[in-house]
């Protein structure tokens, strides 16, 4: 396992890819199938992960590149050293030593502004009442969620909200629910919970941090928004009926309502599906209604995890490798030795037999070495005298 200048150059290549996939299956209605938007996330994570973990396994398959530009670069970048102060280093140090500064300045700041959002939340709340409370222990029941939520109220924020990596903390508007509207807006977030949506929000910070020079890493924020939220309205109807379906459609109805009255009002936290004309809630609504009847059972389940497995362990099994001829100061090693090249020597054929003509010298050699000899650039003379 190794990191070089090779390792992140595969790591940027294959996000590249993954990513360019994603922003290709989001333009085509085919993908807004339940399986469609399993396989976009699918892909997202691809290009996460690999570019978190830009390093080389062994053993894998090398793909040698002897021209153009990559072997040029590389040579500038990871093999000529340079002095400054005493210390060697090269291109590639200095500018793997300034990513890793940003990303970490960027992590810092992100971590500050969580831990300050958190505390403002945690100021401005109270515990919900018994009601919340009843709602949510039937919930953790029929899900069969073991881990702790706790439920708070929040007159600063316009919609519901899921937080925690560790601790699982739900916070609601202070609206007056119905128990019905209660239970789909706690089911709801429930299922981020349990979809596991709050890790992949996270690993995405993680690596807008470290990608922080790369713009399709931010151009993918708000497509991963609009996918996790279709994946916890898939998850949550799959098992409603069509009337059940139309009362949790109709709470999301009302809660973004609710959050329209309150813009502007110096809120908290809003919802961006509020503010682009309805189009994305309306695709949401049509993709529950497509999808009514089809459920993601385990066997496709293990699909996804399988095509995730080949496709990362591909991902790390080809690498794009520079290819340098060696110094010619170290093709003659002793002296009395001379480099055998096509201007000093040929391959001569006499009826079957081959021979490697050098000056003076006649060896016979096999055909598979002539053949490989006239590959190199030596010429093939047949029945000739030099």
């Not at 978190?52 to 002897?66: H, K, L, N, Y």
């Not at 009442?129 to 708070?152: C, D, F, G, M, P």
């Not at 919609?159 to 789909?184: H, K, M, T």
Request: hydrophobic share 40%; glycine share 6%.
């Amino acid at each position: 396992m190794t990191f070089n200048l090779g390792s992140l150059c595969m790591a940027i290549l294959w996000n590249s890819i993954f990513i360019g996939i994603v922003f290709w299956m989001g333009k085509k209605k085919i993908y807004t199938t339940r399986k469609g938007i399993h396989l976009t996330l699918m892909f997202y994570l691809l290009g996460v992960v690999r570019m978190i973990f830009p390093i080389d396994f062994r053993p894998s398959i090398g793909i040698q590149v002897w021209k153009g530009v990559f072997p040029t670069v590389n040579y500038a970048l990871s093999i000529q050293n340079y002095n400054l102060w005493g210390r060697q280093f090269t291109i590639a140090d200095a500018l793997v030593a300034i990513w890793l500064i940003i990303a970490g300045v960027f992590m810092l700041r992100y971590f500050v502004k969580y831990q300050e959002m958190r505390r403002i939340f945690q100021k401005y709340s109270t515990e919900a009442n018994e009601q919340y409370q009843s709602v949510l222990s039937r919930i953790t029941q029929e899900k069969k969620i073991k881990k702790k939520i706790a439920v708070y109220q929040n007159p600063g924020i316009t919609i519901p909200c899921a937080e925690g990596v560790f601790r699982w903390n739900i916070y609601l508007p202070d609206y007056d629910y119905s128990e019905e509207e209660l239970y789909y807006a706690l089911l709801h977030e429930c299922t981020h919970f349990t979809n596991g949506d709050l890790y992949i929000k996270w690993l995405t910070q993680l690596c807008r941090c470290l990608c922080w020079w790369n713009p399709l890493v931010y151009k993918m924020q708000d497509t991963l928004e609009k996918n996790l939220e279709i994946r916890c309205d898939l998850t949550v109807t799959e098992n409603l009926s069509q009337k059940e379906q139309l009362s949790y459609l109709g709470t999301i109805v009302k809660t973004l309502k609710n959050a329209q009255k309150k813009r502007g009002s110096g809120v908290l936290y809003g919802v961006h599906l509020a503010d682009k004309n309805g189009e994305e809630l309306k695709e949401r609504f049509e993709i529950i209604c497509k999808n009514q009847d089809k459920k993601t059972g385990r066997n496709q389940k293990r699909k996804y995890m399988v095509y995730f497995f080949l496709m990362i362990v591909l991902s790390y099994t080809v690498v794009i490798q520079p290819a340098y001829d060696p110094p010619e100061d170290e093709i003659i090693t002793e002296e009395g030795m001379e480099e055998l090249t096509p201007d000093n020597t040929y391959v001569q054929k006499e009826g079957d037999k081959y021979y490697m003509i050098y000056k003076n010298d006649k060896d016979e050699i096999s055909k598979e070495d002539a053949e490989e000899m006239k590959m190199s650039g030596f010429e093939v003379k047949e029945n000739e005298e030099k």
